[in-house]
Antibody
Framework: EVQLVESGGGLIQPGGSLRLACAAS????????MHWVRQAPGKGLEWVSGINWRADHIDQADSVKGRFTISRDNAKNFLYLQMNSLGPEDTGFYYC????????????WGQGRLVTVSS | VLAQSPGTLSLSPGERATLSCRAS???????LAWYQHKPGQAPRLLIYATSNRATGIPDKFSGSGSGTDFTLTISSLEPEDFAVYYCQQYSRSLYTFGQGTKLEIK
């Protein structure tokens, strides 16, 4: 059974940092690019960042460039998102998602983790 | 940019649902996908590459379109189909979602 389980998150003050992790199982991790997608309260889905299987190609949304860093550990089947300089606009659910290499969609999704940026 | 319409669609079980997704510029049919999202759950891939059903997706879900206009059709609605639906495109190394269509019970 495919599983993507996010951890980390919680309440953080504006300007703070947080790291999300995503544990993957049930599929061949290195066959997939990995992504983070978020959803602000009452809003739609927004792709945040993606990383290819070798971790030598990373793409990001303009809204997080220079502040968020995606990474992966293929030995442990983990995906990470380091989030710095957080602002209220970063509040929302963060989903880990997997897309098979050379595909352009997200085949597997985690249940999401809530990040709240507030003083 | 992806524009979905309508924003909210009110239908009864058994009816047919037609959801629209319009891109601001022409995209390859390989780059268009649809997802279903229910509150408190993970989004679920329904359709990829415009018209291909994902694993385990029943054939009541179908996708079509080309260029800038794409459609998701649900042939006969069941209670579990009422959710928010998103289209998603890939372009120039970036992924974009439409704003979503909320399918609600009439």
């Amino acid at each position: 059974e495919v599983q993507l389980v996010e951890s980390g998150g919680g309440l953080i003050q504006p300007g703070g940092s947080l790291r999300l992790a995503c544990a993957a199982s049930g599929f061949t991790f290195v066959d997939y690019a990995m992504h983070w997608v978020r959803q602000a309260p009452g809003k739609g889905l927004e792709w945040v960042s993606g990383i290819n299987w070798r971790a030598d190609h990373i793409d990001q949304a303009d809204s997080v460039k220079g502040r968020f860093t995606i990474s992966r550990d293929n030995a442990k089947n983990f995906l990470y998102l380091q989030m710095n300089s957080l602002g209220p606009e970063d509040t929302g659910f963060y989903y880990c998602a997997a897309g098979r290499t050379l595909s352009y969609h997200f085949a597997f999704w985690g249940q999401g983790r809530l990040v709240t940026v507030s003083s | 940019v992806l524009a979905q319409s309508p924003g909210t669609l009110s239908l009864s079980p058994g009816e047919r649902a037609t959801l629209s997704c319009r891109a601001s510029r022409s995209i390859s049919s390989s780059y268009l996908a649809w997802y279903q999202h229910k509150p408190g759950q993970a989004p679920r891939l329904l359709i990829y590459a415009t018209s291909n059903r994902a694993t385990g997706i029943p054939d009541k879900f179908s996708g079509s379109g080309s260029g800038t206009d794409f459609t998701l059709t649900i042939s006969s609605l069941e209670p579990e189909d009422f959710a928010v639906y998103y289209c998603q495109q890939y372009s120039r190394s970036l992924y974009t979602f439409g704003q979503g269509t909320k399918l609600e019970i009439k």
